[in-house]
T-cell receptor
Framework: AQKVTQAQTEISVVEKEDVTLDCVYE???????LFWYKQPPSGELVFLIR????DEQNEISGRYSWNFQKSTSSFNFTITASQVVDSAVYFC??????????????WGLGTSLAVNP | DAGVTQSPTHLIKTRGQQVTLRCSPK?????VSWYQQALGQGPQFIFQ???????QRGNFPDRFSGHQFPNYSSELNVNALLLGDSALYLC????????????FGPGTRLTVT
């Protein structure tokens, strides 16, 4: 079975706090991709990061950082010094590369982040 | 370079009616995927089109059908609308064999009353 679990449904923080969004995935495939998307109230999904299964190097992009650990099947996302504009729903997703054509994105349920001034 | 576009932005329909949503992929992309996102949920994969054929399908009834045109644009059709079909419908485009680079459109918000 392939599955993405985002255990945190809602998180509320005060501006400038650091916040970590958790993502745990399940797959039997050895080759796969993991994603994080941001969905602001406007509805459009904004791509944040893609990581393939062979690259466990953590990544930092400005105030955003990602921690990929295959040993725990986790791909967590941290926002440092959060801002009100970070308020959105964040989705973690998994894309596997099975034989055949079954290559679709599997999504978590999302974490709604509210950053309060 | 235009990104993925979808039309209309919003739509209100009545139960039992039929609806057609449209998607134009990002320039150079040949594969279109459709997703349904109910309120408070993650996107659910409906189907994917490549070379004008449905290549993959999610767990959606036959009321959901689609089409891809020679210019790679795509339509999603839903027949016999139910209240539960109310959702944001997202279109994503990519190149065949590079589904890890999917670009999403702004979505069409469908309300069924």
């Amino acid at each position: 079975a392939q599955k993405v679990t985002q255990a945190q449904t809602e998180i509320s923080v005060v501006e400038k706090e650091d916040v970590t969004l958790d993502c745990v995935y399940e797959t039997r495939d050895t080759t796969y991709y993991l994603f994080w998307y941001k969905q602001p109230p406007s509805g459009e999904l904004v791509f944040l990061i893609r990581r393939n299964s062979f690259d466990e190097q953590n990544e930092i992009s400005g105030r955003y950082s990602w921690n990929f650990q295959k040993s725990t099947s986790s791909f967590n996302f941290t926002i440092t010094a959060s801002q009100v504009v970070d308020s959105a729903v964040y989705f973690c997703a998994l894309l596997t590369r099975r034989a055949g054509n079954n290559r679709k994105l599997i999504w978590g349920l999302g974490t709604s982040l509210a950053v309060n001034p | 370079d235009a990104g993925v576009t979808q039309s209309p932005t919003h739509l209100i329909k009545t139960r039992g009616q039929q609806v057609t949503l449209r998607c134009s992929p990002k320039s150079g992309h040949d594969t279109v995927s459709w997703y349904q996102q109910a309120l408070g949920q993650g996107p659910q994969f409906i189907f994917q089109y490549y070379e004008e054929e449905e290549r993959q399908r999610g767990n959606f009834p036959d009321r959901f059908s689609g089409h891809q045109f020679p210019n790679y644009s795509s339509e999603l059709n839903v027949n016999a609308l139910l209240l539960g079909d109310s959702a944001l419908y997202l279109c994503a485009s990519s190149l065949r064999d590079t589904e890890y680079e999917q670009y999403f459109g702004p979505g069409t918000r469908l309300t069924v009353t």
